[in-house]
């Protein structure tokens, strides 16, 4: 059997041939762009890319000074009259009426507060009665011991009576004159712990004066640790709620030598200079005292941005030598507001870096600015 001839491939048609060409050079057209744009993103350079070199740190700096070798005590207390009185009766009684109210301003001798005299003056007319009894009765004996009528042994127990007797009404006297309560001084009420129509016992208190001619004082309490480094005369500065940012000079005025049995806690006095701020009794505030035991010794003291990397005692600070910033080690000895207070590590006078000391290492280089921009 003949084989059969092999079949031609159809050729294709003119126009077929066209659009083929025409895709193929659109291909290549498109490739060679991709390629294009490959080498060119590969050629330039990344935005974000790290420069050559790095670019020196802006910071501010300060100079290390000295203070007192012992950090300042600070306490909480209670702004009182140097010189407050709790005013009462010798004798209890009604309470007849009180003159004054709280917060009221009253003159020296000022009638304040007056008990009911019924009692009081019955107990006077008592004893003025018996002294007069005792008097007669001495005076008529005498005569008859004159006469030889007594003997002296008798008279000498009249003239006892006697004598007892008129010392009974030179106390209801006394008493008596005792159920007023007028001002000490010229001063202040600042409170009033009694109602009239109440009954109050001798001694209890019915008002709470405070003299206006000696001043304020601050009363806080000290633990024993800072008591033994406060002596009278120690200077302070004292801040109230009442005037914010307001620092009114004070000093130590009493300092005492026994702890309160029920708080364990040393009374101090800090006798207070207001100058034209406004003071009343009562106003929480804040003191912060400056122990002059510590005497002619002295820390170092740099502020407290200008230390990193505590670890218990140690701590470093960075020394700018010209535009490198070189880290020292410190050592702390107590915080103090706003600083620090080292015991070793540098000397007064020492320029510390403090603002953008965080941001640094040793050997960095530093740029010295009035203002160092925030890093983030």
Same mark, same amino acid.
């Given at each position: 059997?003949?084989?059969?001839? +092999?079949?031609?491939? +159809?050729?294709? =048609?003119? $126009? $077929?041939?066209?659009?083929?060409?025409?895709?193929?050079?659109?291909?290549?057209?498109?490739?060679?762009?991709?390629?294009?744009? &490959?080498?060119?993103?590969? !050629?330039?350079?990344?935005?974000?890319?790290?420069?050559? /070199? =790095?670019?020196?740190?802006?910071?501010?700096?300060?100079?290390?000074?000295?203070? +007192?070798?012992?950090?300042?005590?600070?306490?909480?207390? &209670?702004?009182?009259?140097?010189?407050?009185?709790?005013?009462?009766? *010798?004798?209890?009684?009604?309470?007849?009426?009180?003159?004054?109210?709280?917060?009221?301003?009253?003159?020296?001798?000022?009638?304040?507060?007056?008990?009911?005299?019924?009692?009081?003056?019955?107990?006077?007319?008592?004893?003025?009665? %018996?002294?007069? *009894?005792?008097?007669?009765?001495?005076? $008529?004996?005498?005569?008859?011991?004159?006469?030889?009528?007594? =003997?002296? /042994?008798?008279?000498?127990? #009249?003239? /006892?009576?006697?004598?007892?007797?008129?010392?009974?009404?030179?106390?209801?006297?006394?008493? #008596?004159?005792? !159920?007023?309560?007028?001002?000490?001084?010229?001063?202040?009420?600042?409170?009033? &712990?009694?109602?009239?129509?109440?009954?109050?016992?001798?001694?209890?208190?019915? &008002?709470?004066?405070?003299?206006?001619?000696?001043?304020?004082?601050?009363?806080?309490?000290?633990?024993?640790?800072?008591?033994?480094?406060?002596?009278?005369?120690?200077?302070?500065?004292?801040?109230?709620?009442?005037?914010?940012?307001?620092?009114?000079?004070? $000093?130590?005025?009493?300092? !005492?030598?026994?702890?309160?049995?029920?708080?364990?806690?040393? +009374?101090?006095?800090?006798?207070?200079?207001?100058?034209? #701020?406004?003071?009343v009794s009562g106003m929480l505030a804040r003191a912060r005292i400056a122990p002059a035991a510590a005497g002619t010794a002295q820390l170092i003291y740099v502020p407290v941005g200008a230390v990193v990397e505590g670890d218990g005692r140690r701590a470093a600070v960075y020394v700018?030598?010209?535009?490198?910033?070189?880290?020292?080690?410190?050592?702390?000895?107590?915080?103090?507001?706003?600083?620090?207070?080292?015991? %070793?590590?540098?000397?007064?006078?020492?320029?510390?870096?403090?603002?953008?000391?965080?941001?640094?290492?040793?050997?960095?280089?530093?740029?010295?600015? %009035?203002?160092?921009?925030?890093?983030?």
């Amino acid at each position: 059997m003949p084989t059969p001839p +092999p079949r031609r491939a +159809p050729r294709p =048609s003119p $126009r $077929r041939a066209t659009v083929v060409r025409a895709v193929a050079r659109a291909v290549a057209a498109g490739v060679a762009s991709g390629t294009l744009a &490959l080498l060119a993103a590969c !050629s330039a350079p990344a935005p974000d890319a790290p420069a050559a /070199t =790095s670019a020196a740190t802006p910071v501010r700096v300060a100079q290390a000074t000295r203070g +007192p070798a012992l950090p300042p005590i600070a306490a909480d207390g &209670l702004v009182a009259h140097e010189d407050e009185v709790r005013l009462s009766f *010798k004798v209890g009684g009604v309470l007849r009426r009180v003159e004054v109210e709280e917060g009221q301003a009253v003159r020296r001798g000022q009638v304040l507060a007056v008990i009911d005299l019924a009692e009081g003056g019955a107990q006077a007319t008592q004893a003025r009665e %018996a002294a007069g *009894k005792a008097a007669r009765d001495l005076a $008529r004996r005498e005569r008859l011991h004159a006469e030889d009528v007594i =003997s002296t /042994t008798q008279l000498e127990d #009249l003239r /006892t009576q006697d004598a007892v007797a008129r010392a009974a009404l030179a106390a209801a006297s006394f008493n #008596l004159g005792q !159920s007023t309560i007028v001002a000490p001084r010229d001063g202040v009420v600042q409170r009033r &712990l009694a109602e009239e129509r109440e009954a109050v016992g001798a001694g209890t208190p019915v &008002l709470v004066f405070g003299a206006r001619d000696t001043g304020f004082v601050l009363r806080v309490a000290l633990a024993d640790r800072d008591v033994v480094n406060v002596a009278p005369g120690d200077r302070a500065t004292v801040v109230t709620d009442a005037h914010p940012g307001r620092e009114i000079p004070a $000093r130590v005025s009493e300092v !005492s030598a026994a702890a309160d049995p029920r708080s364990g806690l040393f +009374p101090v006095e800090l006798a207070l200079e207001p100058g034209a #701020l406004r003071l009343v009794s009562g106003m929480l505030a804040r003191a912060r005292i400056a122990p002059a035991a510590a005497g002619t010794a002295q820390l170092i003291y740099v502020p407290v941005g200008a230390v990193v990397e505590g670890d218990g005692r140690r701590a470093a600070v960075y020394v700018p030598a010209g535009d490198i910033a070189r880290r020292r080690e410190v050592q702390v000895a107590f915080l103090a507001p706003g600083q620090v207070a080292l015991a %070793a590590g540098v000397a007064a006078g020492a320029t510390v870096v403090t603002d953008g000391a965080l941001y640094l290492g040793d050997g960095d280089r530093v740029r010295i600015v %009035a203002d160092a921009p925030a890093r983030n």
